[in-house]
């Protein structure tokens, strides 16, 4: 799929997706080594964007499983449409028994689920499974016969190996510590605050509108916040939200009432506002 | 490094040192890392950095100690810089420039000379050695602060409202000089003692399995950052546990109503969910100077997981007992200042400041004997050093007979309980007694031991 790391960089950054040397290269080998990809990071990062772009790139269908808690077999992997197997039964009363369990356990009566979605079929897939972490541990094991073998077995229609391997991409908020067993099969790829120039480049690319030396200000402003030791930390998708709100109030810059206006933007908690505005000298007006 | 046998060598060797500061590395993933070698190839020294991370690595706590691993088994090069050391003075001019600069690259390269020219000592080969504190005293980057300032703000950096962000900015550049210094340092030392003894000795572990007892205040600080993390691991666990503990009688009618669907055969039996009784937690904590650390660190842990108890309270002594789940709410917990305030806001210490623990029990079976009852489980925090006075065994009998569960995590190693003015077999033998050392083994207990 890719040729080099900076090839995996400049396209990604084609699809709007502005990677880190670290996520580049992990991608480049998760694609070269043909492993899933296990992604770990505080929340707005880009975790899921980063398998949105990936399939962009790669011109692949994104196939999507979203994890909660109590997602089973049933709906991660495929399902048999029961209704329309009754009217299938009631239909043909006169059939033979044979004939009518040959019949109503085929491709037709088969409700794939993303699971075996992103298994059958020759064009290119990137699976996306979200939030690993909430799923039940009984949901690991099933990933782990499909993440190792890329095949499932039904069985009554017997085993069905992928043909073309999916590009697999596992987020996670580590609210749950996955399985030894899971990590063991994946890439790790932690995605942790940008450094102060690649996040700068996010913000321009995100909100054109934005002017360069605001950005440079609004990057700096985060990055201070986030050296504070807070309940919740800005994260990027925070950044550029608060580089959205600078532009639509028509800041031309930085000061202490546009601040402290949109602090509430930025942090999330009543303690880490009074926190912040204190280090900041808010109150000093 | 440049032939094959010689990089899968060292692939091994890094592994091996990775292994032995505790990251479960199997051999999968040792030929994983091999072929992303291979993929990568061994020009770019970053590149292989995060490739060989992506495939050894399972989680974040075991980036720290790998970075520093990596630096001594992949080195940026070998021997000192190529020039000679420029003076004291230059070198201080030229870090201010880099600092006002924030040139990552020129940091690294000044970070090399310095050690070079101001962190070796000694004479003789067997005594000598790097030492980045020593190039550290010597160049004091800290007091470059107001003239980088300065610097910057001549270069108008910074005007109007983020200039009064320059300082915090200009002092974590510092202290990725520092930082850089010392793993250079690390880099120097191992090629004269060898590489495998350094890495398994000037390595930092993982916060996780940082000694309590022995942790600075900047390693406490970040081991408190892992509590919100730690506390919703633990609360997921705790909630799994149970829901397994609730499977119990099958709701007739619940099932039959279900049953409805697959035309009066009930496919699916509904269980009667279980009435969560949930427990109530008492922490009595000794927070004399010693075992602080480890107190403080567990009263966040279990604040943090209150939701999951119907009631905690949270006791601190010294010498005396006092009420601290007050000072421990949601939203005023300001984690850093927690031991301070402890000590301002409640009576802990009576005539003298050591800690007693018979003194502190008997007042708490005395004063707060309701606190604990059928359906309590009291923690008992602190090392079971008493200096000398009366154990007071009757308090702790009489409070384990009250209490559901009676446990004590002791912060300090089996080995060395009943050593001196320990009493540790004493308690011991009236409740559960467990050794809980650092953040692994704490997170350990605390999932196999909280009530469900």
């Known amino acids: 799929m890719f040729t080099s790391v900076d090839d995996v960089s400049a396209r990604l950054a084609e699809a709007g997706y502005l990677a880190s040397r670290a996520v580049a290269t992990t991608v480049f080998l998760a694609d070269r080594l043909g492993k899933p990809l296990l992604v770990e990071g505080p929340a707005g990062v880009g975790k899921t964007e980063l398998a949105k772009a990936v399939a962009e790139v790669a011109g692949a269908r994104l196939v999507r499983l979203q994890c909660y808690e109590g997602v089973d077999e049933s709906r991660a992997l495929y399902e048999w449409n029961h209704a329309k197997q009754l009217l299938r039964i009631s239909a043909g009363r006169d059939e033979t028994w044979d004939e009518a369990r040959t019949d109503i356990f085929s491709e037709e009566f088969l409700l794939t689920r993303p699971l075996l979605t992103a298994i059958r079929g020759d064009d290119p897939k990137v699976l996306l499974i979200d939030e690993t972490d909430k799923a039940d541990v009984e949901v690991e094991g099933l990933l782990l016969e499909v993440l190792s073998d890329f095949q499932v077995t039904v069985p009554e229609l017997g085993t069905i190996t992928a043909t073309r391997r999916p590009f697999v991409v596992l987020t996670s908020n580590a609210s749950r510590e996955l399985s030894e067993a899971l990590r063991r099969r994946c890439l790790f790829l932690h995605i942790g605050f940008p450094e102060e120039e690649l996040e700068r480049r996010i913000v321009r690319l995100k909100v054109p509108g934005l002017d360069e030396t605001l950005a440079r200000s609004v990057v700096r402003v985060v990055g201070t916040l986030r050296a504070m030791d807070l309940r919740k930390e800005p994260s990027v998708a925070e950044t550029v939200d608060w580089a959205h709100t600078l532009l639509a109030l028509g800041a031309e810059s930085l000061d202490e009432t546009v601040v402290r206006a949109t602090l509430g933007v930025l942090l999330k908690h009543q303690d880490d506002v009074l926190k912040a505005s204190a280090k900041l000298d808010l109150d000093a007006l | ?452």
């Open chain 2, 1 to 452: 490094m440049t032939t094959q046998a010689g990089v899968a060598e060292r692939l091994t060797s890094l592994v091996g040192a990775l292994r032995a500061h505790g990251v479960r590395i199997g051999t999968g993933e040792t030929v994983d890392a091999a072929r992303a070698v291979g993929e990568l190839g061994l020009a770019d020294r970053e590149l292989l950095r995060e490739g060989i991370a992506a495939t050894l690595l399972h989680g974040p706590a075991q980036r720290q100690v790998f970075d520093a691993v990596f630096d001594l088994y992949f080195p940026r090069g070998v021997g000192g810089p190529e020039q000679p050391a420029a003076g004291r003075e230059e070198l201080r001019d030229r870090l201010a420039d880099a600092l006002a600069a924030d040139d990552r690259a020129m940091l690294g390269r000044l970070a090399i000379e310095a050690v070079d020219g101001f962190g070796g000592y000694g004479s003789s080969p067997e005594s000598d050695g790097w030492s980045s504190y020593q190039a550290l005293e010597r160049l004091r980057p800290q007091t470059l602060m107001a003239r980088v300032r300065d610097t910057v703000r001549g270069q108008g950096g910074a005007t109007g409202f983020t200039d009064r962000l320059l300082e915090d900015e200009i002092r974590r550049r510092i202290d990725a000089f520092r930082a850089l210094v010392a793993a250079e340092a690390r880099r120097r030392v191992a090629e004269r003692r060898g590489r495998d003894e350094i890495a398994r000795r000037a390595v930092a572990p993982t916060a996780d399995r940082l000694d309590f007892l022995f942790a600075g205040q900047d390693r406490l600080a970040e081991l408190r950052r892992t509590v919100q993390p730690l506390a919703r691991k633990l609360a997921t666990r705790l909630a799994a546990r149970r829901r397994r503990a609730a499977r119990g009688a099958i709701d007739l009618r619940r099932t039959l109503r279900g049953s409805l669907s697959t035309g009066g055969v009930p496919m699916k039996p509904v269980l009667r969910a279980r009435r969560p009784a949930r427990p109530e937690l008492v922490l009595l904590c000794d927070v004399s100077g010693s075992v602080s650390g480890f107190s403080d660190f567990t009263m966040l842990l279990v604040q943090a997981l209150h939701d999951q108890f119907s009631k905690v309270r949270v006791f601190a002594f010294v010498n005396r007992i006092d009420e601290v789940t007050g000072l421990l709410e949601h939203g005023r917990a300001d984690p850093e200042g927690l031991g301070a305030r402890i000590q301002a806001e409640a009576a802990v210490t009576g005539y003298h400041g050591s800690s007693d623990y018979g003194m502190a029990l008997g007042e708490f079976a005395e004063r707060y004997a309701d606190a604990a009852g059928s359906r309590t489980t009291v923690f008992v925090l602190g090392d079971a050093r008493t200096n000398r006075s009366d154990p007071n065994l009757p308090a702790l009998r009489q409070i384990a007979e009250r209490a559901r569960r009676v446990h004590w995590l002791n912060p300090e190693q089996r080995s060395r309980w009943g050593t001196g003015d320990s009493v540790a077999p004493a308690y011991a033998e009236l409740v559960e007694m467990h050794e809980c050392r650092n953040a692994r083994q704490l997170s350990a207990l605390v999932a196999r031991l909280l009530p469900v």
